[in-house]
């Protein structure tokens, strides 16, 4: 099995990290290959960087601007040299079969890239719930993978440019999008696993209203361009008890 790396962007993770870092580091000991894991601390102020390096992380990496696809993209290049990418959140449960399937469909030389099913680690409101349902059917039909689990072939990233920086949401659609072209002109599919799932939090289903999620999702419908507003990506890059980061 080639080399690959797990990606970890990571924004005031303090709370969640050291759990995906387990649940990495765990699934990372059971393959044959070599494993890199690196954590992006994207500007925190809390201990993500100490938890980071405490808990596993083989490389932790400064990225002082607080955007997701620019720390997503710094992990990146900080192991050029490595041919499979494996991204993860930071808030987000792997398993040894979930690696297991992705690095497998890299191996065999048919995919470009892909991703998994989404569950919640908890119950959910209605509202959330549906939104959940919604991106799994349409990740599946349209091949397309959330950003808490999207594995890719490293010239594939290469070649499109990587996450596209000019977004403060939706990176991982736009790449899934470039990487399927890339792919299909080379006979490469871009593949959801069939039959695995990743595990990621719920916590923004407490964090904000019914109105709130109903808001950000008709805006991202209506207006696409507003993803290229950090502003009016509020949900991405803002906690209950602090305001809207700074970047």
Known sequence: MK????IIPAYNEEDYLAATL?????AVSAMPGSGTVVVVDNNSSDRTGEVAKTHGADLVVFEPHNQIARAR?????????IEHLVFVDADTLITENLLRAALDNLELGEVAGGGARVLMDQPVTPMVGWIVRTWNR??????LAAG????CRRDAFDAVGGFDES?????EVWLAKRIKT????RGLDFRILEGETVVTSARKSSWFSTKDFVMQVGLFLLFPW????????GMWYRRPDEGAAEG
């Open 182 to 185: 890339w792919g299909k002109k």
């Open 138 to 143: 349409v990740s599946v039909m349209r091949h």
């Open 73 to 81: 993209n710094a992990g990146a290049d900080s192991v050029k040299q």
């Open 167 to 171: 977004v403060y949401a939706g990176e």
């Open 148 to 151: 808490s689990f999207f594995f």
């Open 22 to 26: 387990e649940s990495v580091r765990e």
């Open 3 to 6: 080399d690959f790396a797990i």
């Open 226 to 233: 507003a993803t290229r507003s950090k502003k009016l990506c």
